[in-house]
């Protein structure tokens, strides 16, 4: 098995006082990674991957940050990629929030029509529902069908012997 390339440059303190620092949160296992490895210089990935429970991968992806970009970097956590930007500027958020308040839309084919020709953007009929139903939290909302059997003379006279309160 390959030995590590580079030294830990903390001290053994160092990273106990960070480890403390940083308890229950994600880096704290970072941390005890580099502490492991400090202790012991004849550990390998593979020993400390498995002492925290971790992959093999995970322990040469946290080393490789380690040791190109250092400790500060190794505490950063963020999202990294996988986010593509939203195809719907704000303004154009905005603009289909007001004609939903105001007039609505009557299907998805009129909201998908209203989304090309007023922000230029082409979404696929399950991309404006999802926009719709998730991001805007609107329920398409239609009336009841009536029949065209429906007597309505007769219907309006049932309501009106219909229970009251």
């Given at each position: 098995m390959r030995h590590r390339e580079g030294t830990i440059t903390e001290g053994l303190a160092t990273l106990q006082r960070l480890e403390q620092q940083y308890r229950h949160q994600p880096q704290e296992l970072r941390l005890k990674a580099l502490r492991l490895?400090?202790?012991?210089?004849?550990?390998?990935?593979?020993?400390?991957?498995?002492?925290?429970?971790?992959?093999?991968r995970t322990m040469q992806r946290w080393w490789s940050i380690y040791h190109h970009q250092g400790l500060k970097r190794l505490l950063q956590l963020g999202k990294t990629g996988g986010k593509r930007p939203p195809k719907l500027s704000a303004?154009?958020?905005?603009?289909?929030?007001?004609?939903?308040?105001?007039?609505?839309?009557?299907?998805?084919?009129?909201?998908?029509h209203f989304l090309r020709e007023q922000a230029g953007v082409d979404y696929s009929l399950p991309g404006v529902r999802y926009l719709l139903r998730v991001r805007l939290q609107a329920k398409l909302k239609t009336g009841r069908t009536r029949s065209v059997c429906q007597d309505r003379p007769a219907a309006a006279a049932f309501k009106k012997r219909a229970w009251r309160s």
């Open positions: 490895l400090k202790e012991d210089p004849e550990r390998t990935l593979q020993q400390v991957a498995a002492l925290l429970g971790r992959s093999y303004q154009g958020f905005r603009q289909l929030q007001a004609k939903l308040q105001e007039d609505g839309f009557a299907d998805l084919k009129e909201v998908q």
